[in-house]
């Protein structure tokens, strides 16, 4: 079983960072693309940053140039630091990642969420 554990929300002024991490947990053979959404009240969760397993990366328009996606592969985790944070990213942040693990002597691909992380931008 694998799992994805969050940390590194709060709360934080405007024009404040934050750095969020998520570390996977279990057994899996390897990682393959990793992601950060979000969920405002009331609203739909949305994309926030993608990164591939070769490091490509994507960025929602809204946190272009604000948000930036890495990963550490040894250490099963994808972190997302936050700079120059407005009220409007005040959201929960959830972790995303596809992995491949071994059933039965077969190869299978999967996908599995972190719980979610709130962070709060406000004076």
């Known amino acids: 079983q694998v799992q994805l554990v969050e940390s590194g929300g709060g709360l934080v002024q405007p024009g404040g960072s934050l750095r969020l991490s998520c570390a996977a947990s279990g057994s899996l053979i390897s990682i393959r693309a990793m992601g950060w959404y979000r969920q405002a009240p009331g609203k739909q969760r949305e994309l926030v940053a993608t990164i591939t397993s070769g490091g490509s990366t994507n960025y929602a328009d809204s946190v272009k140039g604000r948000f930036t996606i890495s990963r550490d592969n040894d250490k099963k985790t994808v972190y997302l630091q936050m700079n120059g944070l407005k009220p409007e990213d005040t959201a929960v942040y959830y972790c995303?990642?596809?992995?491949?693990?071994?059933?039965?002597?077969?190869?299978?691909?999967?996908?599995?969420w972190g719980q979610g992380t709130l962070v709060t931008v406000s004076s």
């Open positions: 995303n990642m596809g992995y491949t693990f071994v059933d039965k002597a077969v190869f299978r691909v999967s996908e599995v």
